[in-house]
């Protein structure tokens, strides 16, 4: 038999260092979105109107940036990497941003307060894009194997609901009880820093852990047009987006209007919302195993379609609480559907690169993420859209103009816009087929044969 050449790549990144960096990635952005409408709208004041506006402009920006975002990452070439230079770069200005972004100074009020917050969102909003493409990027490349990929993708997503855990739950608690109180902002700025710091810790450790493969980075630099030309004309490319953009919206919907779900449809203090969000993701993190072992067996296609069956039902639940038991009760289901989300969602797309990249010779997943980032980019103008047609239609502008029945109001954007949606998505995703395959660079061995050497692993 012939051996096998011997591989000068890089080793194999450890799952969990390369998982942890969800952690970091998290914190920042879901505090950003979690608190937005409590610390612009609610407390400050900002009109619904004016919000709904910037989110607007917000995504579109966001929509042109981040495909030159990605492309920039696709062509970098240093000896660090393609991706390791812009975590390390995107790491510290998203630090410091959602820390401006919760510190608007208490004199601003009217144009100046919009400009504020329009300027941070948009700001915050392009340093996250550029981390996560680069660190979404990795996940297809370090882990070529479905099954491997599974795992990395559990245990990041597991990271990822610790995160939330600290940056949703733990928030409310942090910027009403320990650093501040319900209706003052301080909190926020002493929260943000401390989130800040941790974030970046994070991410500079990871970054400097992930061992890129680096026959990915070829010779041969991507150009932009024709690469978004090609990326456009894919159909995978608008099913798989569009579809997991379903799925996107609502979450974001949940995210951003928890705790005044918990004011006004619960009629609780906010500080509740730590109880609801720590249920949903404490199930969520059980479920990860679970689902994981779901994938293993049946595919990662299979299960993504049940689970979003699940989380279209969950929402219905979660409309009809009348208090924090129920609301708890409905938020079990919940989490076990945006469990089997996480657990499977990316695993579609990390296909749709696959497929790309083998049949087109050139590994664009920085690219390919950004332009995915497309559809994510939707949710800033849907929860906007959302919020202001409360106004509309409940009379809610804003918490000193809460309308006749604002609870009302916030069970639809919490609940019934996140149903239609899920069950949207949940219908084409029994209609999507993506298949598996393998780009001929993963087939080499991640470290070098020890000994008499070591056979190739194959693709799946």
């Known amino acids: 038999m012939t051996q096998p050449a011997t591989v000068t790549g890089p080793g194999r990144t450890p799952a969990w260092r390369y998982a942890i960096g969800m952690f970091g990635t998290s914190i920042p952005i879901n505090m950003i979105k979690g608190s937005m409408i409590l610390y612009y709208v609610d407390i400050l004041g900002l009109d619904v109107r004016a919000y709904g506006a910037v989110m607007v402009i917000y995504a579109i920006i966001d929509a042109l940036d981040n495909p030159l975002l990605g492309h920039l990452s696709d062509r970098t070439r240093t000896r660090f990497g393609r991706r390791r230079p812009w975590l390390l770069v995107g790491a510290p200005m998203l630090s410091a941003c959602m820390i401006a972004f919760f510190s608007a100074p208490a004199s601003l009020e009217g144009v100046g307060l919009v400009l504020w917050f329009a300027v941070f969102a948009i700001l915050c909003e392009a340093f996250d894009s550029m981390l996560n493409a680069n660190y979404g990027a990795l996940l297809p490349e370090l882990y070529p194997r479905e099954r491997d990929r599974a795992v990395a993708n559990s245990l990041r997503q597991g990271f990822q609901l610790v995160a939330l855990v600290i940056s949703l739950a733990v ?229 000193t103009d809460p309308g006749a029945d604002p609870g009302l109001a916030f069970r639809v954007y919490l609940c019934g816009y996140p149903f239609v949606l899920t ?22 061995p991640a470290e070098p044969p020890s000994g008499g050497g070591s056979a190739v692993e194959r693709p799946r």
């Open 171 to 399: 928030t409310p608690l942090l910027t009403t009880e320990v650093f501040g109180t319900e209706r003052a902002t301080h909190g926020f700025q002493t929260t943000a820093v401390v989130y800040g710091a941790v974030a970046l810790a994070v991410i500079v450790f990871m970054a400097l852990s992930a061992r890129e493969r680096p026959r990915y980075a070829t010779r041969e630099r991507p150009r932009l047009l024709p690469s978004i030309w090609s990326i456009v004309r894919n159909p995978l490319f608008w099913t798989v987006g569009l579809t997991g953009a379903c799925y996107g919206i609502a979450m974001a919907l949940v995210l951003s209007g928890i705790q005044l779900y918990v004011r006004y449809s619960l009629g609780l203090p906010v500080v509740n919302a730590l109880y609801l969000q720590g249920v949903v993701i404490l199930v969520s993190a059980a479920g990860l195993l679970a689902w994981t072992r779901v994938v293993a067996r049946r595919g990662a296609l299979w299960t993504w379609r049940i689970a979003f069956a699940v989380l279209a039902v969950s929402f219905a639940g979660l409309f009809l609480a009348t208090d924090l038991a129920t609301g708890i009760a409905a938020g079990v289901l919940v989490g076990a559907g945006w469990s089997g989300m996480l657990a499977t969602n990316d695993l579609i797309v990390a296909r749709v690169l696959d497929v790309d990249a083998t049949r087109n010779g050139e590994h664009r997943e920085g690219l390919f993420l950004s332009a995915f980032g497309f559809f994510s980019r939707l949710n800033g103008v849907v929860t906007g859209l959302a919020l202001t047609s409360l106004g509309l239609l409940f009379g809610y502008n804003s918490g």
């Open 423 to 444: 069950a949207i998505g949940a219908i084409a995703a029994r209609l999507i087929t993506v298949p598996i395959e393998t780009p001929p660079e993963a087939t080499e």
